[in-house]
């Protein structure tokens, strides 16, 4: 082998390995797997969650009917996918009590007020737009979650301002690591975290949440995905403790309290 058969090898054998390593990476997103093992929090499919979601021989069933704003096509900030959305509107149908750790649209919280009993309640809490010097950002949190976090705390109105079950929700301003839920405590239904997506507050917001659900109740989580580092590394923490179970075909993870 020659010099120059050596120079062109060596550029060769680097690009050949990048694009594998980027092929295997895509994969295993697609796959819903590490690079080289499974994602370290087990899947299950929804229907394992409640059996409301158990399908017949013509799909969904009318035991998980609710009132549902579809997202379509349209591109919705920090949003949830139609799944997503409509796995929450149905855990609601039963419940009286519902926290929400990050409000943006209200989407999640007009589905809750609207598939909920009459004498339910929703209390959702956000980083409000004039609020925003209150973001307490800690070392090694993702730059990326804090810009997010900043860019949907824009909203004054929400999809529930001006119907008619806009008095179930309760909305709480705040910075969500300065916020006190010893009131709420042990008293929740369904918790669903999803404020900063940075690791310190998805550390924080979880043990509120674990706080705030009570006994038999459920926390959820979004955007448990490698593309949400702070989500990803905090729940995969949280899973070594605490039994905690990803819902299939979805970036939700849940725990039954
Ligand atoms: C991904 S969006 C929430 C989407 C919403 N849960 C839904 O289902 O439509 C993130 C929300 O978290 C809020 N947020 C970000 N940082 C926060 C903080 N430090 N304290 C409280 N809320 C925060 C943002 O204002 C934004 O409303």
Not at 24 to 32: E, S
Not at 155 to 166: A, K, M
Not at 242 to 256: D, E, K, Y
Request: glycine share 8%.
């Amino acid at each position: 082998m020659t010099l120059l058969d050596i120079a062109l090898a060596v550029p060769l054998g680097l690009a050949l390995a990048i694009v594998t390593r980027e092929w295997l990476v895509l994969r295993g997103r697609q796959r819903q797997r590490g690079l080289f093992r499974r994602w370290p929090i087990p899947s299950i499919s929804v229907e394992g969650l409640d059996s409301r979601f158990a399908p017949d021989e013509l799909g969904a069933t009318r035991a998980a009917e609710v009132s549902f704003v579809g997202r379509g096509t349209i591109r919705v900030p920090g949003g949830t996918s139609d799944a997503e959305a409509w796995i929450l509107a149905v855990l609601a149908k039963d419940t009286r009590r519902l926290f929400e750790f990050g409000t943006c649209t209200g989407k999640t919280a007009y589905l809750w007020a609207r598939n909920q009993p009459p004498d339910g309640r929703v209390i959702t809490l956000t980083l409000g737009p004039d609020q925003l010097a209150a973001y307490h950002a800690a070392d090694g949190d993702d730059t990326s979650a804090e810009l997010y976090a900043r860019q949907e705390s824009r909203f004054d109105r929400f999809l529930y301002s001006g119907t008619e079950v806009e008095s179930r929700v309760t909305q709480l301003y705040g910075d969500s690591k300065s916020f006190d839920e010893t009131p709420y405590a042990g008293s929740c239904d369904v918790v669903f975290v999803d404020g900063s997506h940075a690791y310190s507050y998805v550390v924080s917001d979880s043990t509120k949440a674990l706080r705030l659900v009570r006994p038999g109740g459920l926390v959820l989580w979004h955007d448990y995905s490698p593309e949400c580092p702070g989500v990803f590394r905090a729940l995969n923490e949280l899973a070594r403790r605490l039994s905690l179970q990803h819902i299939r075909g979805t970036t939700l993870v849940v725990h039954r309290a």
